[in-house]
């Protein structure tokens, strides 16, 4: 027990510096988080829990439930970028120490502290971590799902969810990350306790892999309705299809093990027909679903999802409805929307994001997922914790390489699970014997350091082009360079646990500097911020009217709506000279090169009183008010 507080309080700890550090010290980026912030910035001031609205119009884009918890952080600390981001940054704490639970009950308390900290320092986990989006809520009611699903089979199975040694009796037996000595005395010559073949177990039928009772599947619908809420209907078709395969393939292991089955042989092809037939037969495929209790649970997530879907479409006359589910969920399967088709990669599109995303942990995650591999075919301990971590991982990645619209934000939900594999390969790797993996796992270390020096070579010449007065973050990527350095020395020396440290506090300060000081640097080029408070100073104070000619950010309906402003989009330059003396305080911001089209319209007292640079482009852009 006091191992499992000492785990939980240093995670907490870490997790809180990541994702709260300097959360409110910059600006909103575009395009998600202005649109979000808004659109529940405008739901606060109107009072109005029901429908959401951007720059006053319909925002058919995504379900309640970010803009409630927005209404909660609003309502607490006042609307702010830290407001706008709080929930995302809590839910994304939560979601580390729910991987930290997962990992414990799936295999044991070690593999769940390697775990949550590779999860927590994933460059594109701890980025959407701190931002206002919903993203970090459909992670971590999705995570709330599986995490309610193994420790329900965990109980069943005496305390692990492989039916192997209770994960209370093997958390009194490790020692965490900071306990070096006594690793290093045992890592190469001792397996670990939980290392037991599922044959021990005292209960082998795939029937304890279901939910004894109805009660002990509503924790589990529970978090999928809420995660419809967070996202949709992706919140409760991936994870059911993700539990129901893993426990037809579980019913098909058992039949090939007591003889009911044969192994399909033949030509590839033909096996792996074979393999699909034996797992998808439809009575197995009705016996998952009453065990799993598969109506009653969908009865829940109807409960907690449909009231709002309901009352929502009733008060726009079913817009919204259209427009979420026809647009935003069966139109992006369909076509690639707002060409985020995943070019230039096409179907490697998510193989290359999804290594790109989960840097530095991501040059393990090749020979993580071959390890894996062999353990199947090996038949090697944990083998049904294993197995459903394959399945998440696999079907969601399947489900969203198989859409139109590719965005890497799509893949998160599946991180805890990738977090999981690379767990379980660093925990084995520990205590294999003296030699073993090393080879690869030196290629890993030294691809860590050349994936550095391009990150270097990257980030110095995106500052020089875009953040003229700070090439200095540049240095960011010797932190890598540096942990791979020291990472080969350790492994060098057979100092395996020494590595780990290494890595881990490598990734640790990696993802502080790029989430917790590089935004505050960024954010001095953000143009948007400074466009309003130019006008609002020019106004001496008073309320101003802002519009946009040829040019348009969410970012200005954020900034531009502390007061409840509509921001105007103009599109001929007569519009925009009406616009400028419908006020007193009226502003335009326009490109800079847009200017001789509008003079020719424009008074006389008309004129440029502020000029900033296009935010990451090379553009400038300039606002246009009363001299």
């Not at 021990?200 to 002990?216: G, H, I, M």
């Amino acid at each position: 027990m006091i191992l499992l507080l000492r785990h939980q309080a240093m995670l907490a700890l870490m997790a809180a510096v990541i994702f709260f550090a300097n959360l409110g010290s910059y600006a909103l980026f575009n395009e998600d988080e202005p649109k979000n912030a808004s659109c529940g910035a405008e739901m606060f001031r109107r009072g109005d829990l029901i429908v959401p609205t951007f720059n006053e119009a319909l925002r058919t884009d995504k379900p309640i439930l970010v803009y409630w918890l927005m209404l909660t952080s609003y309502k607490l600390f006042g609307i702010s970028e830290f407001s706008a981001r709080f929930a995302s940054s809590l839910l994304s704490v939560g979601t580390v120490l729910l991987t930290y639970h997962l990992g414990r009950k799936l295999y044991s308390a070690q593999v769940g502290l390697l775990s949550s900290c590779i999860l927590c320092t994933c460059l594109l986990f701890t980025v959407v971590g701190r931002a206002a989006t919903p993203d970090a809520t459909l992670i971590f009611f999705v995570t709330l799902t599986f995490t309610s699903y193994v420790w329900i089979i965990a109980h069943q199975r005496k305390g692990n969810f492989s039916g192997e040694l209770s994960g209370d009796e093997s958390d009194e037996t490790l020692t965490d990350l900071s306990d070096s000595d006594e690793i290093e005395a045992t890592a190469n010559t001792e397996v670990s306790s939980t290392e037991v073949s599922d044959d021990a177990s005292p209960e082998k039928q795939t029937d304890v892999l279901l939910p004894r009772e109805w009660k002990f599947a509503v924790p589990i619908f529970a978090a999928m309705g809420l995660a419809v809420l967070a996202k949709g209907p992706v919140g409760v078709v991936l994870p059911a299809a993700i539990l129901i395969l893993f426990l037809l393939i579980s019913w098909r292991e058992r039949d090939l093990e007591n003889g009911l089955l044969k192994t399909p042989t033949g030509t590839w092809w033909r096996r792996w027909w074979g393999i699909a037939v034996q797992t998808l037969r439809p009575r197995q495929i009705v016996q998952t679903l009453k065990g799993l209790h598969f109506l009653i649970g969908l009865g829940i997530v109807l409960a907690i999802a449909v009231p709002w879907y309901a009352v929502v479409g009733y008060r726009t006359n079913g817009q919204w409805l259209r427009g979420f589910f026809l647009d935003h969920n069966i139109g992006r399967a369909l076509t690639a929307k707002e060409n985020h088709n995943g070019f230039p990669f096409y179907q490697l599109y998510y193989v290359v994001a999804i290594h790109v995303s989960c840097f530095p942990w991501s040059v393990f995650l090749p020979v993580a997922i071959y390890r894996m591999w062999e353990r199947f075919t090996d038949g090697a301990g944990w083998r049904d914790s294993d197995r459903l971590v394959a399945c998440w991982a696999g079907v969601w990645f399947l489900f969203f390489s198989l859409a139109s619209t590719r965005l890497p934000n799509y893949l998160l939900p599946m991180y805890p699970a990738v977090a999981l594999i690379l767990g379980r390969y660093f925990h084995d790797w520990q205590r294999e014997d003296v030699d073993v993996g090393v080879y690869s796992f030196n290629l890993c270390c030294r691809a860590l350091g050349f994936f550095g020096i391009l990150m270097v070579i990257g980030v110095y010449i995106a500052a020089y082009v875009f953040l003229t007065n700070d090439q200095w973050l540049a240095v960011i990527g010797f932190v890598p360079i540096a942990g791979a350095y020291i990472a080969i020395k350790f492994l060098d020396r057979e100092l395996r646990t020494r590595v780990i440290q290494t890595l881990v506090t490598t990734s640790l300060l990696l993802a502080f500097l790029v989430v917790g000081v590089a935004p505050v640097r960024i954010n001095n080029y953000q143009d948007t911020p400074k466009f309003i408070a130019d006008a609002r100073r020019l106004a001496g104070g008073a309320d101003v009217e802002i519009g946009t000619y040829s040019y348009f950010q969410p970012s200005v309906v954020y900034y531009a709506g502390y007061a409840g402003k509509r921001v105007t989009v103009l599109h001929t330059p007569r519009q925009a000279a009406d616009f400028l003396v419908s006020h007193p305080h009226a502003f335009v911001i326009t490109p800079a090169n847009k200017h001789n089209e509008l003079r020719d319209e424009l008074s006389s007292n008309i004129a440029e009183v502020s000029r900033h640079r296009n935010f990451m482009r090379r553009t400038e852009l300039i606002l246009l008010g009363r001299q």
